[in-house]
C-alpha cells in the first residue's frame, strides 16, 4: 500500500499527538473560563497557561497576547479595530489582510515579492492622518520573508504603525516581539501543528484596539466571546513543542534544497520562485513548465503526494495566484506553479519520491524536454 506523503504544512499542519491529548483533557474538564466556580476556574487556569507559553516563545508580555478564532479573525481585528486613517498593504498579503477594510492602499513588490520601500516611503510622505503598515514577514505561497526591520525603521520616522502576519512564520523562523520592532503581530495554532479555529494577536498596549465582536469582556474586552479552552489549549502546547524544535529547521531546509536541485536537474526551465533571497526554509512555490497548476495536484494526489495550488483559502478556485501576478509573473509560467511546503515528519525518501513523481508528469507532457532524453 502506498503511504500518503504530506506536502501542504503551510495550509494546515496535521495536529500533533501532544496537542490531540492536550486537548482531549480540555475537553473532559468542560468550564467556562469566564465562570468562578471550580470547573471555570480550572479552565480559566488552562488558558493562562497556554497565554503564557505563547508569550515566553514570541517574547511578550502575558497581556499582551490575544486569542481569537484563528489568523484571518487577528488580520481583520487589528486592520479593523486600530483607528488609522490609511492602511498600507503589500500587495502579496494574505486575502484576510487584503480584504480586511475599506480604506487599505496596495504597495507594490518587485520581482521576488519583496514590497518596495521606495514606493512605501513615498507614499507615507504623501499622506496625513493615522498611517498602519500591514506587511507578512513570510509569504505564505513563496516563503520569501519581507524585510520588517526596515519597514518598521522607515514607520517610526513617518509616525505610522507596523503590523505582521507572521502566521507561516511562526516555528519556521524566529518570532520575536521585541526583535522585531512592530505593533502587532498575528498568529495562529493550526500552521505549527495546533488545532483549527484557533490564533492569536500580540499587541502593543499602548495602542487602543477596538473590539470588532461585541457582547462580552473576554481578553481585556478586546474580543468578546466565550474562550474556545480546548483549542487554546492545543495552541499552547503546540507552542511548546516548536519552541523546543526550532534548532532543527535546518533539516528541513537541507530536504527542501535537495528537493528543488533534484528538480532543476530534471527540468533547467523550471521556475523557483524567490530562490535568490531569504524563504521560509520548508517552502518552494515550483512552476512545471506544460503542465497547469491543477492538473499537477490531481495527479499526484493519486499518487498520494498532498501538495496546493498558492493559497489553500483559493487553492479550489481556478484562477492566477495573486502572490505571483504582483510580482510581475507572466500568466502561462504562474498557471503552471505549485506550493510545496514540508514540515514534521517529512524525510529524504519522501523528497526522492515526489521527485521521482514529478519527473514522471512533467515527461509526459514534455517528452523531449527533460533533461538527459534522447
Known amino acids: 500500500m502506498k503511504q500518503t506523503v504530506y506536502f501542504d504544512h503551510n495550509a494546515t499542519t496535521p495536529v500533533r499527538a501532544e496537542v490531540a491529548d492536550a486537548m482531549a483533557g480540555a475537553l473532559v474538564l ?11 476556574r480550572q479552565a480559566r487556569q488552562l488558558v493562562e497557561e497556554a497565554r503564557e507559553i505563547i508569550a515566553e516563545l514570541v517574547g511578550a508580555s502575558l497581556a499582551q497576547i490575544v486569542f481569537t478564532s484563528g489568523g484571518t479573525e487577528a488580520n481583520n481585528l487589528v486592520l479593523r479595530g486600530t483607528e488609522c486613517d490609511h492602511i498600507l498593504v503589500s500587495a502579496v498579503e494574505h486575502n484576510s489582510v487584503l480584504d480586511a477594510a475599506d480604506n487599505i492602499e496596495i504597495v507594490p513588490v518587485d520581482g521576488n515579492g519583496v514590497i518596495d520601500l521606495t514606493a512605501l516611503t513615498s507614499r507615507l510622505s504623501e ?33 505610522a504603525l507596523v503590523h505582521t502576519d507572521a502566521i507561516q512564520a511562526l516555528g519556521k523562523v524566529n518570532v520575536d516581539w521585541g ?35 461585541r457582547g462580552g469582556g473576554q481578553e481585556r474586552s478586546r474580543r468578546a466571546g466565550t474562550e474556545n479552552v480546548p483549542g487554546i489549549v492545543g495552541f499552547g ?32 526551465d523550471a521556475v523557483i520562485f524567490g530562490e535568490s533571497i531569504d524563504r521560509l526554509p520548508n517552502t518552494s512555490c515550483v512552476s512545471m513548465p506544460g503542465v497547469t497548476s491543477e492538473t499537477q495536484v490531481m495527479k499526484f494526489d493519486l499518487e498520494d503526494y ?27 509560467t504562474a498557471s503552471t506553479a505549485i506550493r510545496i511546503s514540508l514540515g514534521f515528519g517529512n524525510n529524504s525518501n519522501d523528497v526522492d519520491a515526489f521527485v521521482s513523481q514529478w519527473e514522471k508528469i512533467y515527461a509526459r507532457a514534455n517528452p523531449d524536454q527533460l533533461m538527459g532524453a534522447a
Open 30 to 40: 468542560g468550564g467556562n473560563a469566564s465562570s468562578v466556580h471550580g470547573a471555570g
Open 127 to 159: 499622506i496625513d492622518g493615522q498611517v498602519l503598515i500591514s506587511v507578512m514577514l513570510a509569504n505564505n505561497e513563496t516563503g520569501v520573508i519581507e524585510p520588517i526591520a526596515e519597514i518598521v525603521r522607515i514607520a517610526k520616522e513617518h509616525g
Open 179 to 213: 526583535d522585531l520592532g512592530v505593533d502587532f503581530i498575528s498568529l495562529s495554532a493550526h500552521k505549527i501543528g495546533g488545532p483549527q479555529g484557533v490564533g492569536a494577536i500580540v499587541i502593543n498596549e499602548e495602542i487602543p484596539l477596538k473590539s470588532i465582536l
Open 237 to 268: 502546547a503546540a507552542a511548546k513543542l516548536i519552541a523546543g524544535e526550532l534548532d532543527q529547521i535546518s533539516k528541513t531546509q537541507d530536504l527542501r534544497d535537495r528537493m528543488e536541485a533534484s528538480i532543476k536537474a530534471k527540468c533547467s
Open 306 to 332: 498532498m501538495v496546493s495550488a498558492g493559497s489553500a483559502c483559493s487553492s479550489g478556485k481556478v484562477q492566477a495566484s495573486h502572490v505571483l501576478k504582483a510580482m510581475g509573473v507572466d500568466e502561462e
